[in-house]
């Protein structure tokens, strides 16, 4: 390892301490595109491998948008993994097939096909650990993208640092660094990696405000914007998990069964919940019914203005229906209703 | 009063009903600059006024900003005031003078001896109630303002609908209208308002997310930004008012006393609570020793890294120092630093 200017491998090991993102021994799967934040990550992770005695392994998936850049970014992942003697593992699909076919954008097929198959990978391959690349900046455009589209304490947490998935625990470990610190640590350490075409266009919302949006910020309003943004799903984590916590027993409280496409709650519970916690707690109820379904502010806001009666019915997303009952508050699928009331 | 094509009247009068902003028969002092928004006001609630039987007071501060404009608009709402037979206050100071002073700036200085005025005649006149003209673009510009400086989520509430001081009530019920609503309203009726000139220049950081950085924005990234930024608030205020409740119930269980420049906190109880409640306590412990105090994420976070410490001392802002001790946590003035530790 060559002697480096930056101090990112002391920090980062600290961070890691911190954080407590990894176990000593365990095994790791770094996802890699092939691009600078992960080719970074995968480097990053392997200067401290003897010290915590770590298993890397390399996942790749190949999106099929780009065909010529695609194979060479596959190519190059797996040329690292074979220098280092990882294991590599690679997927492919159709993202424009799958996207046509679950009526989403190319972007989010492309995510859910990716994170599929890193999940499958590290489940069948016994890793209990995937690691992602996302940096600060990514950070910072995700909370931006949400606060320009409008959004709740929810949205505001960001990309999450941490989270798991049965027993494999998904870990960003990367997200209080910035890609030009990457990048430095990159160039000083002499380490290739593939320039990433799709940031390369304007194409999508995100990369406008990657490429046009915080570069202007930067200049004309806070040339620190980008830490601002980012810090904000930090300091709003502690306060979102002490609601989480509070939706939890509230939930208990309230729900009373489920009956085919129809979820009762207990009507009395209910009313007296704060506002907070009844808008969760109606959220829930929906996705339990269909786990696409979201509650809008707007459709929370006319269901609300009914509360102050006895009987009230109001229609949410995804053909659901709200329906406030003598005894009941019901969640349930629009079919059913005349069976129902 | 002329037939209105705009339904602006009905809208207000139902979600005044929805809020409960004001009482029948309450005295309501309505704050005016003279400019399209509060002008806009003035008249909404003189449409209500036979209905609800309110008494309506007019209230107008003078900066001094720009001599010859400042008085003209100070003229045109005496004259309002004369012909709808309500009582008129004016007030008056140097703001550049009172900037200096405090060590603030102009728009800071200006807005505290605007508020206070308004307060003093509120109670002297004995108005149960201030209305002020704030609208949804003025809330938009303030939570986009806030989030590009970083922000938590007390920030994200952005400016607040209803709140109190001692026996006066501040209402702010125009902040679901757009100012493009008001000024539509005032066409219609026939409505003479003064421009508000301070408006027109992009010296503030305000004014130019105002007249730049929003058109940009609704032209490039969300037509709805306004609505969507606008939004946030409302939805952040349910579950700001939950975490208020926990942290209500948190420093009842972990203040000790409060002795000069220092204030106990009881070790334990401090360290059981969860860190999104740690920092609050910090911060209402800074405020109780100076009310200018503000607890930055960074500091926290340094703070937080050594809460495992048996012993432990580090700095906040404004010269005041946090100590962890065997029994206490300390949050002190640092002049008695020795005396202390």
Redesign the interface.
Known sequence: MKKTHSNLLPRLEEHFR?RRFFKVRQKILVACSGGPDSVALFHLLRALITKYDWKLGLVHFNHQLRPSDAKKDERFVKALARKFKAPFYCGTGSVKHEAKRTKTSIEEAARKMRYDFFLQTAQAKKFQAIALAHTRDDQAET??MR???????RG?QGIREKFRTGRVTWVRPLLVFTKKELLQYLTEQKIFYRFDKSNDSSRF?RN??RL??IPQ?QR???P??V???S??P???A??S???EE?EEKAWKKTFKKRRGKNVELRRSVFLKS????Q?RIVEKALKMLNKQSGLS?EAWERIR?GLVRHRYRSSLPKDIDFALTPKNVTIFMKQEVHNQI
């Not at 704060?274 to 916690?277: I, N, S």
Request: hydrophobic share 60%; net charge negative.
């Open positions: 911190d909370v931006l606060v320009l589209q409008g959004t709740g304490l505001l919302i406008r405000i046009e949006l910020l004309d309003f806070n620190r914007v830490e601002a943004l810090r904000i930090a300091i709003v502690g306060e998990a002490l609601i509070l704060p506002p907070a916690l808008f502010f203005q």
